[in-house]
């Protein structure tokens, strides 16, 4: 399918364990995103990667690992899941060319009991 | 980055033209006006973006005024569909484009 992609959808998953949300592009971005939104605000960006290999810190990186071996895939591990990274994650995708708009996936509801 | 103020919410009925406006005092000098749109349980998805004085498209139009401390975000004729949260940001035009959504503002049409 074309466009941005995340799986899964939905998690449940306990304190301490390690959860790895994936996130798929098909348009060859260059810069891609992780967000998390609260219940009730707006959202926070995590990490952000420039290009394959190349990752940098957003607002709220504690907590998280982020890779890009390869241009359509970004996935946000959470090494040690805490119950206050249950969220929704969204992860997102642009162009290079100035002002290019984000296109954001469908997002993943990640629960931590 | 330069940080947003927006109604927390509006209410409209469908039919009727809704502006929201955006204060941004900072505004960078090559950040783009940027609005999204989310409707629940989605990503947000790009509305409309400008860099001064007025820009429209399909779905909206955004009026900025020459010191681009403030925009208006225009959508015409609103229906039960245009329910969402809006959020009004700047976006850097150049590396990263690395965006800060506020809070955002719901706006509720009604019939």
């Known amino acids: 399918d074309a466009g941005i992609t995340q799986s899964p959808r939905y998690k449940i998953t306990e304190t301490g364990r390690q959860v790895t949300l994936m996130c798929h592009q098909t348009?060859?971005?260059?810069?891609m995103f992780w967000y998390r939104q609260d219940l009730g605000h707006g959202l926070r960006l995590i990490y952000y990667?420039?290009?394959?290999?190349?990752?940098d810190k957003g607002e709220v990186p504690d907590g998280y690992v982020v890779s890009r071996s390869k241009t359509e895939n970004f996935p946000l591990t959470l090494e040690s899941a805490t119950r206050s990274q249950t969220s929704v994650y969204f992860c997102?995708?642009?162009?290079?060319?100035?002002?290019?708009?984000?296109?954001f996936g469908p997002g993943t509801r990640l629960t931590v009991t | 980055l330069a940080k947003t103020t927006q109604p927390i919410s509006m209410d409209s009925y469908e039919g009727q033209e809704v502006n929201i406006t955006c204060s941004h005092n900072?505004?960078?000098?090559?950040?783009?006006i940027t609005w999204y749109q989310q409707f629940p349980s989605q990503g947000p998805r790009f509305i409309i973006q400008g860099y001064k004085t007025k820009v429209t498209n399909e779905v909206a139009s955004l009026f900025i005024p020459a010191d681009r401390k403030s925009s208006t975000l225009s959508l015409p004729r609103v229906s039960l569909s245009d329910t969402a949260v809006y959020y009004c940001?700047?976006?850097?035009?150049?590396?990263?484009?690395?965006?800060?959504f506020g809070a955002g503002t719901i706006l509720r049409v009604k019939s």
């Open positions: 940001l700047g976006a850097p035009m150049e590396y990263g484009n690395k965006l800060v």
């Open positions: 900072n505004i960078a000098t090559n950040d783009y």
């Open positions: 990667s420039a290009a394959a290999d190349i990752t």
């Open positions: 348009w060859s971005h260059s810069y």
């Open positions: 997102a995708s642009r162009g290079t060319g100035g002002g290019d708009e984000q296109y």
